[in-house]
């Protein structure tokens, strides 16, 4: 009897199976492992997923002892109960009692998390829950997703997702959810066994612990739309040619010798393309002339399903805080500093309480921020008095959260301390300067003064540059200018060379503040750092439309906070370049500055306000000395 290729085949499979069974492999004895297996359940009364539930007590047995660990941060029971319930460790059992009635026709998820472990090694039981319904049937839909930071994108922990079937503004403030699920660190939640209804989706940090947004700190997220779940229904035909008993008997004999030996699925798919394939070849070298098969039957098979929702949500807090005066000092005699809790929303009237002066009495310094200002007091009628009275007007928001002008009286004190025998009584003008001697200076760099009061003066005769050169001296032009933001900030601007050293002369009476002190003598040597040390990014920002415009952060990642090492402000597609970069790593972020006021800003809940949005590039940036880096940002993407 002739013996075909198929048949070869199935000869060597099994050669192969006899083979291989009778290898074994040596190794070298162990120790008693460790015990890695967490607890089994050994018994449940009553049952999990129980309907018709009608008891006041769980009881959930193990195979071990047991313990539970972090059981209060871990516990979550969806739909949350006024009461939580009794649950205690007896032995190798979890007893749980409920203190209140349960809802009827309700489905309830009691979610354990990590928290029941074994007693011994802490092997713990990963997402432990126990389901139960006090109607007549199991609810089983679920959505998932997961909550980042508004503003970096990072994955938020610890953060309380919640679904209402009430669709009001009011009811997160209001009333607890109906159902809730918990983020874990890495910022993903799930709720499971949801009814088939629709819901409305809030996130809240719950500082107080009570499922209610009634803190104005409270960190909060929101969908725009409500949760809904929709029956999807998918139909797969599938069709039965009519072939060659050989082929079917091939393919069975090979599957009696995978299931027997222990072959992996794949390669049981492998195979069985390699007999179909040879049974085809023959079929169709046969009957060349043939164009189609005969048709056996059509199978017909339908499958209907809640597909699980994801929502991601932007977590942001809210600016609700109301304004008022945080600090108020008067640290020496002549100045005056107020800080407020946030920037203020208008200007700020200063004056001496049932005094009226005519003259100009002081200088105002703002924040950067505008959250706090300085007030030098340049009349010495006013700041030789040891105690003085002063009245600060300003707008704040009143209990339904509309500003109002408000007035703060301040009695401030200074005492003049007289001098210990050792002190030097040094009353010179005091300034620092951004590079320090024998420092480098980046090229795209000015020298910048910032000195500890206001300046009434400079004289540029008794300030001197020079380019050092083969030790020798070359004066160099420069210019003085007064920081446009800054009230104490000066620059001197000067074309620098590159990896060049220069020498800065400041000598007695250059500067002269508003109290008549003066500088001393200060001279410095700094250098300048090589053009080719630094390295480029070129971004090409697309997506661009006249709704909003972009503010691009060049961004120094920490572990802390983000630093932003460079800001550019655009309103059209464009290339954004980012020239004199150290050989660093960057990220780069654009804010979807919608209502173009050149910052990011948070949201609203009550006005449905999202705070706006963030982006990143996909990955960090490393940049390199004397190179140039390209990057394509379309901003919606």
Known sequence: MKINSIQKLIYLLIISAIFFSGC??????TGGPKDEDHPLIVEIDPPDNT??????????????YIQLKDLNNNLIISPPLEEKPDIQRKGKTL??????????STTYNIYFGNSVQDYNEGNPIENFQYVLSTGSYIDSLSITGQVINSFNLLPEEGVFVMLYKDFEDSVPIKQIPLYISKTNEEGIYRINNIGNNQYKLFCLRDFNKNYLFDLPNEDIAFLDSLVGFELITETKIDTIFKSDSSLTDSVEILENIVSENGYFEA???LLKQVIIDDSLKVESDSLMHKREKEIDSIIIESKSYFPVQNYILRLFTEEREVQYLANNTRDTKQKIEIVFNKPIKDSVVFTIADTIIEKEWYIKETGLNNDSMIYWLTDSSVYKKESLVFALKYQKEDSNMVYQWNTDTLNLRFFEQKRKKNESGDTSLKYTLNIKNRGTLDLNSQLNFLFEI?????????????AVIDTVEFPVAYNITKDSIQLRKYQLSVDWCEDTVYRLEIFPNAFTGIYETVNDTNIIEFQTQKRDFYGKILADITGVDSSFQIICHLILPGKEKETIYREKIISENRIVEFDFLPPKEFMFKVIIDKNFNNEWDTGEYLKHVQPEEVLYYEEKITVRSNWDIEINFNVNK
Do not use: G, W
């Not at 074994?24 to 004895?29: D, L, S, T």
């Not at 007590?57 to 071990?64: A, G, L, M, V």
């Not at 206001?454 to 300030?463: A, E, G, M, R, V």
């Open 24 to 29: 074994a492999k040596i190794v070298a004895p």
């Open 454 to 466: 206001p300046l009434q003066s400079y004289d540029t005769s008794k300030i001197n540059l020079f």
């Open 267 to 269: 390669d049981t798919m």
């Open 51 to 64: 309907v018709n539930f009608d008891s006041k007590k769980i009881n959930i047995t193990f195979n071990e």
């Open 95 to 104: 007893v749980i009692e409920f203190m209140e009635e349960l809802k009827d």
